[in-house]
């Protein structure tokens, strides 16, 4: 079930004040609607009635997607205070499914059932991502993995440049790709590597799960560094 709740929200334009929806979960089967609005990056935008100025209002909710099992908590606090309590928050929970006796109680606790994918992301780029992935079948993991074998590959070829981040994405022809962006605003794009995808996925995936935090897990560039060590034995 989604869930939200009803707040005052005054308009840095005009000074307006106004009620607003802010969402503390989204189900993507119950409410499509919020679904399509995540994707569209709408999802954060709040028009006034006043004046009609869109101003982006972030804050951190739960993504839920029944039909890819997928449950993401994007974490949105500017402020470094409520963003390390947000996480602690999510944190306590992962801790007490880490240290559950049973993997029953552990699934009990961490509200998912079997088949679950539960990740932590910090932005809104990083939440659409995870949702694009799931819904083309892929595992999250290997996607990461795969971004640090790229990485490697393209080394000199990114001297001088300096990276924000790389993105796993699907255009609207369905073309997958990864999208590198530069602290200068700039983008670049690789057709994705699918062959890599089947051969990693045949060599490694039995072996990611023992290395996988249960519980909230943040999956991603770092991890896949670390991912790497520890499979290798380093
Ligand atoms: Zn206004």
Known sequence: MSQHH??????PKCGHAQEMQYWDSVNAQL????HEKIMNREFFDQKCDECGAVVRIMYTFLYHNM???LMVYMIAETDPEKQKEAIDKINELSDMVENAPTDELASLLSGMSDGYTNRIVADYNGLIEKIIIANNGFDDRLIEIIKAIVMSRLGDALKGKTLDAIYYDENAEGE????FVFDDGKT?????PADLYDELKEKLLPDLDPITPKGYAVIDYSWALGAFAEMSGT
């Not at 009803?6 to 308009?11: A, H, N, R, S």
């Not at 997958?176 to 999208?179: C, D, K």
């Not at 670049?188 to 994705?192: E, G, T």
């Open 188 to 192: 670049a794009a690789i057709d994705f």
């Open 176 to 179: 997958r790709a990864l999208v």
């Open 6 to 11: 009803t707040e005052t929200y005054t308009c």
């Open 67 to 69: 039909e890819h099992k």
């Open 31 to 34: 409410d499509p609607e919020m």
